[in-house]
């Protein structure tokens, strides 16, 4: 075999970093020893795998073709590597989620995780769907957890669980008095809403969609519990998943108002790039959400 694996292992830093300097320390190398090593893999076969421009380094055509297969070859090469090791059963797993799913299913998915597979380690990064969605396609994620629909050719995207919205309000609103809501009485109000780019946002934005030019949105916000606040403060009504609004629910703190002609519905997602192996903790990962989601 003419490129070793620790070669691959630069390449693929460099192409998470663009920076040949950051990529080093995160392969405890010097900076020397990392660029020696990227051009006698780009030498062995008279390729240029990085365009340089000033001191960022981005993937060329050639480099953005091979990234997947050596994504894909190191990760079989890992799980070989647990597996002889008999360190973990699954193994290290990097995790991303959307910000409802992160703050409100995801940290008790990762306890479970742990505890049926003890010393496998796991990273959650929460994020609204765009961000989680880039990361899984540049394999800085081995998995995503999504709230929006999202599709890209390079990505397997897997039905997860079904999650409910609401419309909700303080409870001295007026349109907390009104037995049923229509979308003429949506239009008067003030909205607190979510940022676009999040499955929240792009939920809300289907089910309103013959009321968009109309909606007066008061304020945006990336973060449900910053909305909560200011729906408490009755500062408007927001639109926000029901796995973020128990408590406050129960408390009498916010409530849910009728809207019988709005589809509120939607789909939660899995989504796992198609070159991603899929190593024992991807798979243990998986079936952990289909079951949860039953």
Known sequence: MRFTLRQLEVFL???????????????????????????????????????????????????????????????????????MLRHATAGPLNVGATLSIGNYLAVGMVADYMTLYPGSPVKLDVENTEHITEKVLNFRLDIGLIEGEFHHPELEVMPWRRDEMAIVCHPSHPLAQLQTVRGDDLT??????????????????????????????AL???????????????????????????DELRRGDLV?????DLNLSRQLYLIVHKQKHRSAGIQAWIRLCMESGQ
């Open 13 to 83: 830093a460099v192409a998470h970093s663009s920076n040949l300097t950051r990529a080093a320390g995160q392969l405890n190398m010097s900076q020397s020893a990392a660029s020696s090593s990227l051009k006698d893999l780009e030498n062995q076969f008279d390729v240029l795998l990085f365009d340089r421009v000033g001191k960022r380094l981005q993937l060329s055509e050639q480099g953005r073709l091979l990234r997947p297969k050596a994504e894909a070859l190191m990760a079989v090469a890992e799980d070989l590597e647990q597996s």
């Open 188 to 217: 008067r109000a003030r909205w607190i809403l979510r940022e676009a780019g999040s499955g929240t946002r792009q939920a809300f934005d289907r089910a309103m969609q013959g009321f968009l030019p109309q909606i007066n949105i």
């Open 220 to 246: 945006e916000l990336q973060h449900t519990e910053a909305i909560k606040r200011a729906v408490e403060a009755n500062l408007g009504i927001a639109c926000l998943s029901m796995i973020t609004l128990e």
């Open 256 to 260: 849910c108002l009728n809207t019988p």
